[in-house]
């Protein structure tokens, strides 16, 4: 199985500061064929489901601000809030689909 | 819109099965699939395994393997998830999610199994 890590565990950052949320996987998540990276990120507050904002490592889904932008590549990954909001508390999970079983890491949660 | 409507919660008794549903619409039910991942509590999301809408092929997660089972109604447009032998390490909310856009280039076209739209959850909880 594919292993997936997060730095740090948690963060508290200053209204419209940066936060940077680091994941790496135990393999490339390079696939060959399509020069993608099969990896997403997810933003998770209490009592809800996950919300996708990245896939593809970098493309933003439709409606996610655009503060939030996600880069790295084959198994070094970075989310990046250029400037965090109120609304932006929550936990933070990356997530490979490379191969099965997919794998999530542990969550990074972010404090205001 | 895209809508996932999962079914309600449910109690049960340490080795019981269980049978969660997750009602689909405002897309083409058999051109996406249907991942399940659960998630307990204060834990990361953990992957079960995904089924295509329509086709009914699936793959699962060697963990879940043995104990879960997926299954579809075409007509209704619903996927259910079936675990049994119940522990009380199963107490966690259930997801139905669904797969992303195939990525297609010159190269050809790739399965994008990120999870673009999510259910609601279903608690299950597993007590004696």
């Known amino acids: 199985d594919i292993v997936m890590t997060q730095s740090p565990d948690s963060l508290a950052v200053s209204l419209g500061e940066r936060a940077t949320i680091n994941c790496k996987s135990s393999?490339?998540?390079?696939?060959?064929?399509?020069?993608?990276?099969?990896l997403s990120w997810y933003q998770q507050k209490p009592g809800q489901p996950p919300k996708l904002l990245i896939y593809?490592?970098?493309t933003r889904e439709s409606g996610v601000p655009d503060r939030f932008s996600g880069s790295g590549s084959g198994t070094d990954f970075t989310l990046t809030i250029s400037s965090l909001q109120a609304e932006d508390v929550a936990v933070y999970y990356c997530?490979?689909?490379?191969?099965?079983?997919?794998?999530f890491g542990p969550g990074t949660k972010v404090d205001i | 819109q895209v809508q996932l409507v999962q079914s309600g919660a449910e109690m049960r008794k340490p080795g019981a099965s269980v049978k969660v549903s997750c009602k689909a619409s405002?897309?083409?039910?058999?051109?996406?699939?249907i991942h399940w991942v659960r998630q307990a509590p204060g834990q990361r999301p953990e992957w079960m395994g995904w089924?295509?809408?329509?086709?009914?092929?699936?793959n699962y997660s060697p963990k879940f393997q043995v104990r879960v089972s997926f299954s579809t109604d075409t007509s209704a447009n619903t996927v259910y998830m079936e675990m049994s032998s119940l522990r009380f390490e199963d107490t966690a909310t259930y997801y139905c999610?669904?797969?992303?856009?195939?990525?297609?280039?010159?190269?050809?076209?790739?399965?994008?199994?990120?999870?673009?739209?999510w259910g609601q959850g279903t608690l299950v909880a597993v007590s004696s």
């Open positions: 593809w490592a970098s």
């Open positions: 405002g897309y083409t039910f058999t051109n996406y699939y």
């Open positions: 393999q490339s998540l390079l696939f060959g064929s399509n020069k993608q990276n099969y």
């Open positions: 997530h490979q689909y490379y191969s099965s079983p997919f794998t």
């Open positions: 999610a669904r797969s992303g856009l195939p990525y297609c280039d010159a190269t050809g076209c790739y399965t994008a199994e990120y999870f673009q739209h």
């Open positions: 089924i295509k809408g329509g086709s009914g092929d699936s």
